[in-house]
């Protein structure tokens, strides 16, 4: 029996180790390493994404509307267009991209073994969001039944101290009392679902951002031109995503959702920056690049899934009543949106 676990285990321990048999697997020459224009890809990068995330923030914020507005429409569109873009980041640029860095050559046989650990990774991170958002709507429900108890207590302390004409009085404002908690209760379990998918859809925008920052940092001259006015569209529409979302967690104070889009603003500049440090020294191509590269990816595809078909498009659009209501004409703009940020971000996929 010690030598089949013997056996794989050496698998396993050769799987973090790069292939020295395969050229593919050794750093490649960057050649003359433009500075100048690396540097200035942070500040471009850091542009749009600022640019993508606030607007949606600032028009939501600037003036009331009212339904029907241009500035309703605006953010309406926003939001379904951005609704498609997360869709299509998922699908076009981590999976593909998960799975390919899982197939590497530069990986040991213990993860070329099984080829589905892109899957596995993207189901994990799946599960673990449908279970913090049950926790966190769990605890709702306690507060919220506990709040009940309370308001109960005290009808019936007043009951008790009171005649019986005043309790005869006092009846209809209970009932109608213990009615608005009830639709409060309802409300506020229906905005923690946004919060929580808004907040886990940064979590992975934002590990993802990082990774595609490095790469930047590290790709070769004859393609970095080209992949820096990708990631450009690539931020600029993210952060359309990330801000009308943002917008739906009704903040009454800007400092939460500064904070938000700020963080997203700085990530992918982080990563370029960090790849700059790094350049000449770190190797894209070994085990433990393409392997960190893999499960991030894939964690985040799982993130950005969950997102899309549960918290945006099945509640929003399946599941809300106010959208099944709409005009047809409004539904078929919504629809268009969430279609044209799907079909634009599969695009930008070619280049990045």
């Known amino acids: 029996m010690a030598g089949p676990v013997l056996a794989q285990n050496e698998t396993f321990t050769d799987s973090v180790a790069p292939s020295t048999s395969d050229n593919g697997c050794t750093a490649t020459s960057l050649g003359d390493y433009n ?5 200035g890809s942070l500040f471009i990068i850091m542009a749009a994404s600022a640019i993508g995330v606030f607007s949606p923030m600032i028009l939501h914020r600037i003036r009331p509307y009212h339904a029907g507005s241009i500035q309703d429409w605006l953010l309406t569109i926003g939001k379904f267009f ?6 299509a980041t998922a699908f076009i640029h981590m999976l593909p991209e998960a799975l390919s860095n899982f197939d590497s050559p530069c990986l040991g046989e213990g993860w070329q073994s099984y080829g589905a650990f892109a899957g596995v990774f993207c189901m994990i991170s ?29 009808d019936l302390e007043k009951i008790d101290g009171s005649s019986t004409t005043l309790v005869s009085d006092a009846v209809p404002p209970n009932k109608s009392h213990h009615g608005h908690v009830h639709s409060a209760g309802l409300l506020e379990e229906d905005q923690s679902f946004r919060n929580i998918g808004t907040l886990m859809l940064e979590l992975g925008i934002v590990m993802h951002s990082i990774i595609i920052g490095v790469a930047l940092a590290n ?18 529409f993210e952060g359309v995503a990330l801000g009308t979302r943002v917008n739906e967690m009704n903040h009454k104070s800007w400092t939460k959702p500064v904070l938000m889009g700020t963080l997203f603003m ?15 020294s770190f190797n894209p191509n070994s085990s433990s690049a393409v392997l960190a590269s893999a499960i991030l990816d894939s964690l985040s595809a799982g993130i950005l899934l969950y ?3 549960v918290s945006l498009m099945s509640m929003e659009i399946n599941h809300n009543v106010e959208f099944r209501r709409s005009s047809f004409s409004r539904k078929v703009v919504c629809l268009l949106s969430m279609y044209l940020g799907a079909a ?9």
Do not use: C
Not at 35 to 39: D, Q
Not at 266 to 280: D, K, N, R, W
């Open 35 to 39: 500075m100048p224009l690396r540097i």
């Open 82 to 87: 951005g609704t498609g873009v997360i869709l």
């Open 126 to 154: 799946s599960f673990a969001l449908q279970l913090l958002e049950l926790a966190a709507v769990s605890n709702i429900d306690r507060i919220r039944t506990q709040r009940q108890e309370e308001q109960k207590t005290l």
């Open 219 to 236: 790709t070769g001259n004859e393609e970095f031109v080209t992949l820096l006015i990708a990631l450009v569209f690539h931020q600029f």
């Open 266 to 280: 700085l990530m992918t500049p982080i990563g370029v920056a960090i790849g700059i440090g790094v350049h000449s």
């Open 307 to 309: 997102n899309a078909y």
């Open 344 to 352: 634009l971000m599969a695009l930008i996929g070619k280049w990045a």
